[in-house]
């Protein structure tokens, strides 16, 4: 009663500063978005911002796509850049490249990048060729996105990563978001980029929940493409990965912690162009490397990162030989039991690195 009666007493001014210093706001909740969210919004933000964007692929328009990525898109935009297509892989994807030849910035949905096989004379020799094969004259700005890898009980035909199968072809950027931030930043830059995009999601992240920055809020918000991101610092040895075996990584860096080994763990984002530089800043450090990936051994992501670090400067700094951890090299089996042993797990990273570091 004193206080209160104190204040009654004095200058207006006075009583504020004294609230402000007595009672303090709490922190805004942190907005959480899942990966499917993340893509809309940013598809979302970018057909908003430019008229010449537009979307189209199997059922992306009135059934919201396949995985509802599109959910509200064509109530918004309508039948002129929300445009269902017939199951051609090869026919949408050559008027996607066609439009954008003309001009115009098309994003190319492929149902599973599986299907992408369908339409990889379009994607390869049509989209990625042309802007070199014209001396610089003729940009082919398109995205082909679409779910990535394994995704569950699908079998061999619906099951395979791409990241190695396009990271190999000059002429496109490849890029492999992993939380929210990723998808939604990645979107958004390769939709500007005058260079054909290839995006590889995966259908097990769609539903994952992720905290969203503020600045991610923003509707300028870019991820440039090319640059990987740290997502956990360490000393010890570090782990390289994308999509969705980065939170595989993470919670294997979690348990070996607690054994006093620090996982620095590097989220790659992109695959094309590579971000060796942060890799080797990384290696410079830890002295040891492992990489993480769903796809297979022979070629593959992983493998590229060992080339690379062999043929650069952070070979000497190298305490071990690098280690790769991938998917099994078989087509993936329908069985349950098989399917699990035939990707990456947390227990499979955690021995990687235990091998490395020769524990």
Aim: hydrophobic share 40%.
């Amino acid at each position: 009663m004193a206080v209160v009666a104190g204040l009654t007493r004095r200058p207006l001014e006075q009583v504020s500063g004294l609230l402000r210093r007595r009672f303090h706001r709490t922190a805004p909740a942190a907005l959480q978005v899942t990966v499917r969210e993340a893509i809309n919004q940013g598809m979302d933000e970018e057909l908003e911002r430019d008229e010449k964007v537009f979307l189209l692929g199997e059922e992306v328009a009135q059934y919201d796509g396949a995985y509802k990525v599109s959910r509200g898109l064509w109530k918004k935009y309508g039948d002129k850049r929300i445009i269902d297509t017939p199951i051609s892989e090869m026919g949408f994807a050559g008027i996607a490249v066609g439009a954008a030849m003309a001009g115009l910035r098309p994003i190319c949905e492929f149902m599973t990048f599986n299907f992408s096989m369908q339409a990889i004379d379009q994607v390869i020799n049509s989209a990625a060729k042309t802007y070199y094969m014209s001396g610089g004259s003729q940009p082919v700005p398109i995205v082909f996105r679409g779910p990535n890898g394994a995704s569950a009980g699908v079998a061999a035909q619906h099951s395979q990563c791409f990241a190695a199968w396009y990271g190999h072809c000059p002429g496109l950027k490849v890029v492999s978001p992993w939380s929210s931030e990723d998808a939604k930043g990645l979107i958004k830059s390769a939709i500007r980029d005058n260079n054909p995009v290839v995006v590889l999601e995966n259908e097990l992240m769609y539903g994952v929940p992720f905290e969203l920055p503020p600045e991610a809020q923003s509707k300028d918000f870019l991820i440039p493409i090319g640059k990987a991101k740290i997502e956990r610092q360490g000393t010890n040895v570090t782990i390289v990965s994308h999509s969705r075996p980065v939170s595989h990584c993470l919670e294997a860096a979690t348990v070996l912690s607690k054994e006093g080994i620090e996982c620095e763990v590097i989220n790659m984002r992109t695959i094309r162009p590579m971000d060796i530089e942060t890799i080797e800043a990384s290696v410079m450090k830890t002295n040891h490397l492992v990489t993480v990936e769903g796809g297979w051994p022979q070629f593959g992501v992983g493998a590229e990162i060992c080339a690379r670090i062999m043929e650069g400067p952070a070979f000497n700094f190298l305490d071990a030989p690098v280690v790769r951890v991938t998917g099994a090299d078989v087509p993936m089996p329908y069985a349950k039991v098989l399917e699990d042993n035939s990707v990456p797990q947390v227990k499979d990273i955690i021995f990687a690195i235990k091998k490395t570091l020769n524990i």
